[in-house]
């Protein structure tokens, strides 16, 4: 039988799970040496919300799928905040802000990022100007239906008169990746630091599915949001799954030198 879906509720007790099964490391620190560094940006009415993400392989498993660990979060209230956090401009102190891997002293900045783009971030932010003017490492991303998406999962499309390329994503295929396939049960290297506030907690577990009868008389999970403090937090974790598929393909090159 073809396997089915069921409403669910993703609970603290799911983050503490994922805690205990990443390595033991704290946020602003990197569990293992990185191949690159993603950041993505939930843009809202006053401020920005945003994570940084490190992924790499297990060299001593290189058979393995990727790494990716969650190094820093938190909010902004200005594209500058943003291009300080992401290492593309010095912070006010003159210093740059990078991620260190103390066996080396390698240090990382983040090398791709998307941005979400939906209406109300493009008018009252201007993610185009700023996708533009970064477009070295961030992208614009908007999520959307199947209808949306022509029957794909994911597609791009010329923006900003062909300036960029806007990342559309099938929301609810992103959604599933990282409540379901990272979080709740398990199947990719996900990790979290043992130090994850609060905040993160209640935004991860702010989105829910609901089983809602359709016109047609049949039954589909939507996702519904809770709580005073949103899923913004969620918001960028499942804008670092729709960057997935692409770090894979980048990283395999790399695993391949490994294996050889």
């Known amino acids: 039988l073809p ?11 799911d983050i503490d799970v994922a805690v205990k099964r990443s390595p033991q490391f704290l946020l602003k620190t990197l569990p293992r040496r990185p191949e690159l ?3 993505t940006v939930d843009v809202q009415g006053q401020c920005f919300w945003w994570s940084v993400r490190a992924w790499g392989i297990i060299e001593e498993h290189p058979d393995v799928p990727i790494w990716s660990a969650l190094v820093e979060y938190g909010s902004a209230v200005s594209w500058d905040q943003i291009e300080e956090i992401a ?26 990022g998307l941005v979400d783009s939906g209406f109300e971030a493009q008018q009252n932010k201007n993610v185009y100007g700023f996708c533009i003017r970064n477009s070295h490492v961030f992208s614009p991303s ?8 022509r029957g794909m999962t994911l597609r791009t499309a010329p923006v900003a008169d062909d300036q960029l390329e806007l990342i559309w994503y099938d929301d609810a295929t992103a959604k599933q990746q990282l409540y379901y396939h990272c979080l ?8 979290l630091p043992i130090n994850v506030g609060p905040d993160y907690r209640r935004q991860m577990t702010a989105e829910h599915t ?10 589909r999970l939507e996702w519904v949001v809770s709580g005073a403090d949103g899923n913004h937090l969620g918001d960028t974790e ?10 894979e393909g980048k990283l395999a090159e790399a695993r391949e030198v490994i294996l050889a």
């Open 3 to 13: 396997f089915i879906r069921h409403a669910t509720q993703i609970t603290e007790s």
């Open 238 to 247: 499942k804008m670092h799954e729709v960057l997935r598929p692409v770090i």
């Open 37 to 39: 560094l993603t950041m």
């Open 184 to 191: 709740r049960e398990h199947k990719s290297h996900w990790w």
């Open 87 to 112: 290492g593309i401009k010095a912070q006010p102190d003159g210093t740059w802000n990078e991620y260190e891997w103390p066996q080396t002293g390698e240090k990382f900045r983040v090398t791709a």
């Open 210 to 219: 609901e089983e809602k009868k359709q016109q047609d008389g049949t039954v």
């Open 142 to 149: 908007k999520g959307g239906g199947w209808q949306q998406l």
